[in-house]
């Protein structure tokens, strides 16, 4: 049975079923942790993204209409106990739908450049000290001669995201304002997968990513907390803009339920509510396509140009040439070997580490000597 895109990307998220009943589930909170993570010093929501905004500009796309295959989790799919459990349902269902949706979308558009969905080690490590560091998530965009080529490319993401249980973090934690600390040691728990997310982008240099969990989907953009660069002078404009991102930087964020725009066994809601989790990945995948540097300023979505008359304009995404320099967060130090800068919080504890030295090299003893 033929469906629109819309419908395909609304589809009922999977019923997911949890190993251990949700009121007797351990009550240790584990969230990944690093101290090279780069935290924003400012958080607050991200606000303007609404569906009906979204919508208007894809609306062509939205409605074509194709048969599509089914997608049937087993129960033993849908069963989960953990992240990584959690992570296999992103791939069976949100990737195949988010990834195909996009091949749609291009082919209307008529790219010779796919863009899709992967696995974070599909796609090039973020430069810099946090190259040991990779997102569950990425999206990278290929041209035709790399996707009919034997050669093994790893091309950089141009939007990351992370995977998280709801028993371990949800975005109700979050505190909005400014973060102010000295060590990781006084970040509070809710802060390390924000500071996860926020490294990714700042090291990748874009300014989307997200959070997804078997609860919702939180959408996030980074930049400066400055609303304007400062007087020109002999550094990079691109490259001041990204320093201040990692000095000062605010992530924005918005979260969209697993279950949005349904009730609780599936049936849609009549309230001209269309924003489910995929069709919220799918809109954010072409934001990205479309311009996902970061900036000193942001157009509210409303005013952002990214319709489908303005997606035809060209066939790649904005990539900043420069995007391999590593960067650290903080100009405090500096690692002349790699070329970036450490940071400060790193900084601080390499120069408080004392130096190993070697073991006394042994020199040959005789046996008159020993005695």
Request: charged share 30%; aromatic share 10%; glycine share 8%.
């Amino acid at each position: 049975m033929a469906e629109t895109l819309l419908e395909y990307l609304r589809r009922p998220n999977p019923k997911i079923l949890h190993a251990t009943p949700l009121g007797t589930r351990k009550k240790s909170k584990s969230v990944s942790k690093n101290p090279l993570y780069t935290y924003p010093r400012w958080i607050k929501k991200w606000e303007g993204v609404e569906w009906d905004t979204l919508r208007c500009k894809y609306e062509a796309a939205l409605g074509i209409s194709k048969e599509r295959g089914h997608i049937e989790l087993s129960h033993r799919d849908r069963t989960i106990k953990d992240e990584d459990g959690f992570s296999d349902i992103v791939f069976l269902w949100n990737k195949e739908i988010i990834s195909k949706a996009l091949v749609d979308f291009q082919e209307h558009m008529g790219h010779d450049q796919p863009m899709v969905m992967v696995r974070g080690n599909k796609a090039g490590k973020c430069p810099g000290p946090t190259r040991a560091l990779k997102p569950d998530w990425a999206s990278i965009v290929q041209s035709g001669a790399q996707v009919e080529s034997d050669a093994a490319i790893l091309e950089h993401s141009i939007l990351p995201g992370d995977s998280k249980y709801s028993k371990n973090w949800t975005s109700s934690e979050i505190e909005n304002g400014r973060c102010l600390y000295n060590s990781p040691n006084e970040f509070p728990r809710w802060l390390w997968p924000l500071a996860q997310i926020f490294t990714y982008c700042y090291r990748l240099e874009k300014r989307y990513g997200y959070l997804i969990t078997d609860e919702e989907l939180v959408l996030v953009r980074i930049g400066p907390k400055k609303d304007k660069p400062p007087p020109p002078g002999p550094r990079d404009p691109k490259r001041l803009v990204i320093e201040e991102s990692g000095k000062d930087g605010l992530l924005e964020w918005v979260s969209v339920p697993w279950c949005n725009g349904r009730t609780a066994d599936g049936h849609e809601v009549e309230d001209g509510n269309g924003m489910s989790v995929n069709t919220a990945l799918w809109c954010l995948h072409l934001l990205a396509f479309a311009d996902n540097s970061i900036k000193w300023t942001y157009e509210s979505l409303a005013e952002t140009d990214v319709t489908e008359e303005y997606l035809s304009s060209f066939t790649s995404p904005q990539i900043d040439g420069n995007s391999d320099r590593a960067l650290g967060s903080f100009r405090v130090g500096s690692d002349e070997e790699n070329g970036f800068f450490v940071p400060e919080l790193v900084a601080a504890k390499r120069n408080a580490r004392p130096k190993k030295r070697g073991r006394p090299r042994k020199r040959g003893v005789s046996k008159i000597q020993k005695r």
